[in-house]
């Protein structure tokens, strides 16, 4: 069982890294990488405790970033977690994520919505963590709407209201900061427009898989990832991107899906080969 797209505290997940790694092993899972929103350090705090638990744990990262302004999200695997240009970049998104939450946040004071940031947003975390939209909806739920649904359509999503844009690296950037620090690439989660729209030029930059499995995506969309990625020479990942609070998640515990290794072979067997013959 693998799972190679999830989130932990350090993101906008619920669960620690060692949490999510103990319910990993529970569930079965035996390749795993915790892909924090521009966050890799998840993978320091509990590379020790996947070894005790015989989980063979993968640095990862999910990274923000755009492709002529169309926001995409790149899911960086295997790098070495110590690169120190990798560490700036990451940290500097961060950084413009905190300062985009901020920015929303005083945005939101003329629709009737106060929020602080410290003590509503921010809360313990530590000051260079990961902060971002999400957690402006946890803490407008259920204060000043029912739903998170509502809080992206209304107020913090691309047409709210009180959306801010967020100064990141472009996608090109990222992809050679990535192979720089020794790793590789993939586009997260894609739509149908990404094939058409942002993946050619991804593609160009050097981009070296597409995540294709995954839940909730359709049987057509899932046949034409894999036919593009087949078609283009590049691997394919797959994971639950679990959270834990959405309501999927609620439902369904981390390990409820998980990858077969046959079907994500070519990744394996690029990250490292003995890996790949577990399919």
């Known amino acids: 069982m693998i799972d190679l797209h999830c989130h932990t505290t350090l993101s906008d997940g619920v669960l620690s890294p060692e949490e999510l790694v103990r319910a990993g092993a529970e569930a079965g899972i035996k390749v795993l990488a915790i892909t924090d929103h521009d966050d890799c350090r998840a993978y320091m705090q509990s590379k ?6 015989d989980i063979n744990l993968i640095p ?3 990274i923000s ?4 302004e169309i926001g995409v999200h790149i899911l960086a695997y295997n790098f070495d977690v ?3 240009g990798l560490a700036k970049l990451l940290a500097d998104q961060r950084a413009a994520k905190r300062a985009q939450v901020k920015d929303i946040i005083a945005r939101l004071e003329q629709y009737g919505v106060v929020l602080d940031y410290e003590a509503d947003v921010k809360g313990s ?7 971002g939209r999400p957690h402006i909806a946890r803490a407008m739920v259920p204060r000043y709407v029912k739903q998170s649904s509502t809080v992206y359509r209304r107020y913090i999503g ?12 472009p996608a090109q950037d990222i992809i050679d900061m990535v192979h720089d620090a020794g790793g590789v690439t993939a586009l997260a989660h894609p739509r149908y427009d990404d094939v058409s729209c942002t993946l050619p030029l991804l593609i160009e930059w050097g ?5 294709c499995h995954r839940p909730r995506c359709s049987r057509n969309l899932y046949e034409v990832l894999v036919s593009a990625a087949h078609h283009n020479e590049l691997f394919t990942t797959g994971g639950s991107d679990w959270h834990g609070d959405r309501p999927a998640d609620r439902v369904s515990p ?5 990858v077969e290794a046959a079907k994500v072979q070519r990744f394996l067997f690029t990250i490292e080969p003995s890996l790949g013959a577990m399919a």
């Open 48 to 53: 020790d405790l996947a070894d005790e638990l």
């Open 60 to 62: 990862g990262a999910e």
């Open 65 to 68: 970033s755009f492709v002529h």
């Open 82 to 84: 110590t690169h120190e």
């Open 125 to 131: 975390r530590a000051d260079d963590s990961y902060i």
């Open 158 to 169: 691309r047409s709210g209201v009180a959306y801010a844009s967020a100064n990141l690296a």
């Open 207 to 211: 981009l070296d898989g597409i995540e």
């Open 254 to 258: 981390f390990g409820s899906f998980s």
